[in-house]
């Protein structure tokens, strides 16, 4: 028996007091309205109605049982209008994800933005590397993420491209530390620290190509993950170079950007293809304007290749 | 066909993780379809995926040529007459050639598969027509190989896209959506590679000649790559759009060995030049011969 239904006839009868007139308002046969109320007396095991000729009056059971129901169909109203805000996104929980070393400041602002815009929902939000994002979205276990590029786009939908550009970290001592900036080819002979290459073999290859254009081939590459390890590392060691996003200031290394701005982390946010519901939309917009404002990421419009290689089947 | 001689499961199993391990290192997601042409017994990579063939379908295009011309219904050796202008745009070849020639079919089916020359793919595909293409496609049991686009159009649709270095404006390229463009799987591009091998095609001297027209490539930095031994034979056919490197063909050993194979690749970069994810196709094609040669 859908109880909700019955209880929603009992009311109307309740209200009428009549089942004719009860059964017009609810486009029902008469029999059919009467046949219902007796299932639900059958089903409780009560009488609710004293049936007259002169209409249906209420037993004192079935008053007891009116104003029940009327705090059980109050709840199921409450949880149908939850239930369809959720599916517009309004509330409920978006499960997002962002990349390690975004900033504290820019993810602050980003979950101060989500709940200013979205008030009743909750951000589920962990830090998951760009390839664990692209497997969980494509798994259905993440709505939302932020992620570094390259990444595998297949089935996926991004927000705007946004660039954070990278520099050299030198030991402080270092002389060229002395420079308001560093020609990439006078780190020649230098070592880089990088994070492991299975991290991002496309990002971890980039990086090295953009820096042989540069000029730059390092002799070495140190694996390190994390700022701390990284400034140790080239604390300890003099021929050892990291390229990194401006990190804050801290005595022992400087930061200095590279000649002509060659390198950059390019960042955007990302969801399923087809799935950007208004929750998903807010948590882009928060993102993106997060990124800009905190992490001082820009967009910048992307080059096409200027020498295509016959290979390359089509000129571009 | 023969019944399957199939490598022990636990050797197909270990060549298909290191396949994906491969592919995950050169930073692309990839298909891969490796068939022994004699025995039946395959490799198989999410195999059986749509994916968007673009040149590769100039090797449909190839087949039917040749299968029309050995039912009679066309000659490959008829003359077309090709005016310096209104060519399709391409890098080599016809393509980016200045002045009017004169050519047979046939030998414009040489410089299609020699260096991929859009151009002259786009006058055999007037001749040759889609319908016969698609046909010929279904008559030899490739139903999810179909063509919409000749090269201009892919062309066309590429230049509509301002923006082939933002992964962000990828999704709105159709011709990178296989449900709106020239499609197939690795399986069926390895099927049909593998009935010309077979005789399926056509038989005779035609299917000599087509077989010979097939080895022509000049590119080896993909499926060749992977083979680099002076007694081994590779044909084979590239396709190429943003982030998209296929290449499918035949690797023939001199103990009469002979594996038809597909590789499709989608990378993470947008960068145009990506050594590492041509190479990888080499790579994993080379892991699926490897096991279906194993004893």
Same mark, same amino acid.
Request: net charge neutral; hydrophobic share 45%; with cysteine.
């Given at each position: ?80 209008? #939850? ?67 390259? %990444? ?29 900036? #560093? ?27 953009? %820096? ?105 | ?58 090797? %449909? ?23 310096? $202008? ?6 080599? $070849? ?34 040759? $027509? ?166």
């Amino acid at each position: 028996m859908d109880l909700l239904a019955h209880l929603r006839y009992f009311r109307v009868v309740a209200e009428e007091q009549h089942f004719g007139r009860a059964a017009t308002r609810l486009r029902l046969a008469q029999p059919s309205l009467s046949q219902r109320i007796q299932r639900l007396e059958r089903e409780f095991g009560v009488r609710l109605f004293d049936r007259g000729r002169g209409g249906a009056v209420l037993t004192p059971a079935g008053q007891l049982v009116l104003a029940q129901s009327e705090a059980v169909l109050d709840a199921a109203d409450r949880l149908r209008s #939850v239930v369809e805000r959720l599916q517009d996104g309004e509330v409920g929980t978006l499960r997002a994800a962002v990349p390690a070393h975004l900033g504290g400041a820019a993810v602050a602002a980003l979950l101060t933005a989500f709940q200013e815009r979205s008030p009743g929902s909750e951000l589920d939000l962990r830090e998951l590397t760009t390839a664990e994002q692209t497997a969980e979205l494509a798994a259905g276990t993440l709505d939302a993420g932020i992620v570094r590029h390259p %990444c595998l786009a297949a089935g996926l939908s991004f927000g705007p491209m946004l660039h954070q550009p990278l520099g050299v970290l030198l030991r402080g001592d270092d002389p060229l530390a002395t420079q308001p900036e #560093v020609d990439l080819r006078a780190l020649t002979g230098r070592g880089l620290a990088m994070p492991p290459r299975a991290n991002s073999p496309a990002l971890h290859d980039e990086t090295l190509t953009a %820096c042989a254009r540069h000029g730059f081939t390092p002799t070495a590459i140190r694996t390190v993950e994390g700022l701390e390890f990284t400034r140790a590392l080239i604390l300890s060691g003099a021929d050892l170079v990291a390229l990194i996003p401006e990190p804050p200031p801290e005595p022992g290394t400087t930061w200095r950007p590279p000649t002509g701005r060659p390198l950059s982390w390019r960042t955007s946010t990302v969801w399923r293809a087809g799935h950007d519901g208004p929750a998903v939309r807010v948590f882009a917009e928060a993102a993106d304007l997060a990124l800009r404002v905190h992490a001082g990421m820009y967009a910048a419009p992307a080059e096409r290749p200027r020498a295509t290689r016959p290979e390359t089947e089509f000129a571009l | 066909m023969s019944e399957a001689v199939s490598p022990s499961s636990a050797t197909t199993r270990r060549a298909v993780t290191r396949i994906n391990a491969a592919f995950a290192d050169a930073g692309v997601a990839g298909q891969l379809h490796a068939l022994d042409i004699d025995s039946g017994a395959s490799v198989s990579v999410a195999a059986t995926q749509l994916t968007p063939t673009s040149s590769l379908h100039k090797v %449909c295009l190839l087949v039917t040529l040749y299968r029309e011309a050995a039912a009679g219904r066309l000659d490959r050796t008829r003359q077309i007459d090709i005016p310096a $202008g209104e060519r399709t745009p391409g890098l080599a $070849g016809l393509a980016v050639m200045r002045d009017a020639v004169r050519m047979s079919l046939r030998d414009l089916a040489t410089l299609v598969v020699a260096v991929s020359d859009n151009a002259a793919a786009d006058i055999l595909w007037r001749a040759v $027509g889609f319908d016969a293409v698609n046909r010929t496609m279904a008559e030899l049991g490739l139903t999810d190989t179909v063509a919409v686009h000749d090269m201009a159009a892919i062309r066309d649709a590429l230049r509509a896209q301002p923006n082939l270095t933002d992964p962000a404006a990828f999704a709105d390229i159709s011709v990178l959506n296989p449900a709106l463009t020239n499609r197939s799987t690795a399986r069926q591009m390895a099927e049909l590679f593998a009935a010309v091998w077979r005789d399926e095609v056509c038989s005779g001297e035609t299917a000599e000649e087509l077989r010979a027209l097939l080895g022509l490539q000049a590119w080896t930095h993909r499926m060749a790559s992977g083979f680099p031994f002076d007694d081994v034979r590779v044909s084979g056919k590239t396709a190429t759009l943003p982030t998209l490197r296929h290449e499918a063909g035949v690797i023939e050993y001199p103990d009469g060995g002979r594996y038809a194979v597909a590789v499709f690749t989608r990378a993470a970069s947008t960068a145009s030049v990506l050594p590492a994810a041509d190479a990888v196709i080499g790579t994993a094609a080379r892991i699926a011969v490897d096991a279906l040669r194993s004893p």
